[in-house]
């Protein structure tokens, strides 16, 4: 018997052929195959509809795919119980959207805490924790703020220490700074650079030509393909996404 070759341990995602249709033919990935590795920060640009954020909601497991298999952190999504979906959820992957999602009543500590709810930590080590991941974004000034006193970049770097507190193998951004202005918005990229820089994964979907052309490796999308991928790293100096 031949033994399946192991999936190298620096391989966080990895998608084979994945699909995803809709009722009424609407296909929103084709078969798109991608390797994202270990400490890898990746832009995915490509016109609206093409497929994007369903391929992140696939890799974050949100979202089921048609056809084709996803491997989070080693583990092959579909072969697990909704159980240990969320449990490989909560202790692998973490989600920042471009609209915060942030609660409304709660404070900035309290929001970041909510990131740990499902990793089996107590209430007082998760807000010892919240607070260390907030100092971490440099908001240790602003613990008690409300989202509602907060601005959006400062929002949008709540949501990055929530995403963050149960250091996930992958930190996956849906337009992150699609709803700040344009100095909130280098704030919020130079954080994630920063980030990656002490080795988090992350994958960033984005409009902004500038910011995707400042990552190490650029995925473009058209019509639910990937016709485009720079590879990890910059392979070739003066290549363009
Ligand atoms: N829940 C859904 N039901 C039906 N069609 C959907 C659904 N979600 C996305 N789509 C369609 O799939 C395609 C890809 O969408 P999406 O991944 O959101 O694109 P992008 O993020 O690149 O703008 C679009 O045509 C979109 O309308
Ligand atoms: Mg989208």
């Known amino acids: 018997m031949t ?24 296909h929103a990935l084709r078969g798109v195959s991608l390797t994202v590795g270990a400490g890898e920060l990746l832009a995915i640009v490509g016109p609206s509809g093409s497929g994007k954020s369903t391929m992140l909601n696939v890799i974050g497991t949100l979202d089921k795919p048609t056809s084709g298999t996803v491997r989070v952190a080693g583990h092959d999504v579909g072969a697990l119980s909704d159980a240990r979906l969320s449990a490989l959820r909560a202790r692998h992957i973490g989600f920042v959207f471009q609209h915060f999602h942030l609660a409304a009543g709660r404070d900035a500590v ?3 805490a909510d990131g740990l709810l499902y990793a ?4 007082k080590a998760r807000r010892a924790r919240a607070r260390e991941a907030l100092e971490r974004v440099r ?9 509602s006193e907060l601005s959006g970049g400062e929002k949008q770097r709540v949501a990055i220490a929530r995403a963050l507190v149960g250091e996930p193998s992958v930190l996956l951004a849906d337009e992150p700074t699609g709803a700040l202005d344009t100095a909130s918005g280098e704030i919020v ?9 002490t080795g988090t994964t992350i ?21 639910g393909e990937i016709i ?11 290549e363009a996404g």
């Open 110 to 112: 309290d929001n970041v």
């Open 3 to 26: 033994p399946e070759p192991a999936l190298s341990p620096s391989v966080v995602v990895e998608l084979r052929h994945v699909t995803k249709s809709y009722a009424g033919g609407v």
């Open 228 to 238: 485009a991928d720079s590879g990890p790293r910059c392979r070739t100096a003066g």
């Open 189 to 197: 990229m130079d954080l994630l650079h920063e980030l990656n820089g």
């Open 120 to 123: 089996g930590v107590g209430p």
């Open 203 to 223: 994958c960033v979907i984005t409009h902004d030509h500038d910011i995707a052309a400042s990552l190490p490796r650029r995925v473009r999308f058209r019509d």
């Open 139 to 147: 908001l240790g000034h602003r613990l008690g703020h409300r989202p």
